[in-house]
């Protein structure tokens, strides 16, 4: 066989060549069909069916639905995505469509408008960032509320607060405020955090925590601590809202002192005393302070008031607008009948007697600052017979 050169090569297999396919090219119009196309696919890939209407269904889903009503409806889209349609979508569904109401295009606009969405739900928008559609995967993540009338009473509560000036909304600084029982706005939407797991290390080396987040909408999303964080430093309007105030008797204070915190705090003693050692699971130091509570109880070991011995912070809780001094003496108050009753030699000799300490579980301790939250604890005070919290009239 003679030898050939690559012309000649080139000859040879031009017969065998597939033929080339003529480039194609769409309208303005056409291509946002096919980018709206797309994205019904792309969901009938994720979820196994195709898009459908309904309240309880997800805001894109229903908008996915909408859309390829009207697709299926126009001759010139059914001709145009021939081509995509490998699942079948553009034909008419065997069955009768349930009976639903006609969603309300505006109405959907309306939900998608901090999306960016327009009228026109064929035109094609304008490329979303990654935090947009991170942002989008949030909402379209959440669920409906099946047991919302739990949560109602509270939002209905919240909102009367709010406007009573019981509770204020704050801007939102840091993670340690989200935490269960605490209320959020977010995207517009009072938002609660109703119960939150246990916190793990994630890829990143950080701390975090699935939780469930309740919206006052009736949805709800099981979202990441992390994830709730970041809406709330994205969102310009984002806050969150304080427990509400204790009432007169800690509320003394310049409304501008507010920004100034203070902390409850509960020491377990590590005094090697006889009674202490006994019975160290109860016997608690209960303080408040509006520093750190790292430098309230440095050199412990060299104070009598500490017991001449190092401590433990089993719980702490923080309080807002409060007057702290007033504050501690109240609960000294409340818990007057299970005060620590012992003796010890100070540095120098002297005996001295412990005021702070008590002797009380724990648990009786965070009823307490609940108490103290919804203004209640005035009318409590401990009981060392029943060993609760008993109201003072009884």
Excluded at 54 to 63: H, K, P
Excluded at 95 to 123: K, Y
Excluded at 143 to 153: A, G, I, L, S, V
Excluded at 305 to 331: I, P, R
Aim: hydrophobic share 35%; net charge negative; with cysteine.
């Amino acid at each position: 066989m003679s030898d050939l050169n690559l012309d000649d090569l080139a000859d040879e297999l031009a017969d065998f060549a597939p033929a080339k396919k003529k480039q194609t090219t769409y309208t303005a119009r056409e291509e946002r069909i096919i980018a709206g196309f797309e994205d019904i696919i792309r969901f009938y890939d994720e979820h196994g069916r195709v898009p459908q209407h309904g309240e309880d269904r997800d805001i894109f889903e229903r908008l996915y639905a909408v859309r390829l009503d009207q697709l299926r409806a126009q001759e010139d889209c059914r001709a145009l995505l021939s081509d995509m349609d490998r699942h079948g979508l553009l034909a008419e569904p065997d069955v009768s469509p349930v009976d639903v109401a006609e969603p309300d295009l505006d109405e959907l606009a309306s939900e998608l408008a901090e999306l960016g969405g327009e009228g026109d739900i064929t035109q094609l928008r304008h490329v979303r960032s990654a935090e947009e559609k991170r942002a989008a995967e949030e909402i379209a993540r959440r669920d409906k509320c099946h047991d919302f009338e739990k949560f109602k009473p509270l939002f209905e509560q919240v909102k009367q607060e709010l406007a009573s000036g019981t509770r204020v909304t704050r801007p939102f600084e840091l993670k340690a405020e989200i935490r269960p029982g605490a209320f959020f706005i977010v995207g517009g939407l009072i938002t609660y955090v109703a119960e939150m797991d246990d916190i793990f290390t994630n890829a990143q080396g950080r701390t975090d925590a699935r939780l469930r987040v309740i919206f006052d909408n009736g949805t709800e999303s099981g979202m990441l601590m992390r994830s709730l964080q970041r809406q709330l430093h994205d969102d310009d309007a984002g806050r969150r809202i304080t427990d509400p105030s204790p009432g007169p008797l800690f509320a003394d204070l310049p409304e501008d002192a507010e920004a100034k915190t203070g902390t409850i705090y509960v020491l377990r003693s590590k005094s090697g005393h006889p009674f202490v050692a006994e019975h160290r699971e109860v016997v608690h130091k209960i303080g408040v302070t509006s520093g750190s509570v790292e430098s309230r109880i440095s050199g412990a070991e060299k104070s009598a008031t500490y017991l001449l011995a190092g401590v433990d912070v089993v719980a702490t809780y923080k309080v807002y607008g409060v007057n702290c001094q007033k504050l501690e003496s109240l609960l000294h108050k409340v818990f007057a009948g299970a005060q620590l009753d012992l003796m010890i030699p100070d540095r120098f000799g002297h005996m001295v007697k412990p005021r702070e300490w008590f002797v009380i579980p724990l648990d009786v301790i965070n009823e307490a600052v609940e108490r103290i939250r919804d203004r209640s604890i005035t009318e409590y005070r401990y009981s060392p017979d029943h060993g609760k919290l008993m109201p003072t009239g009884e």
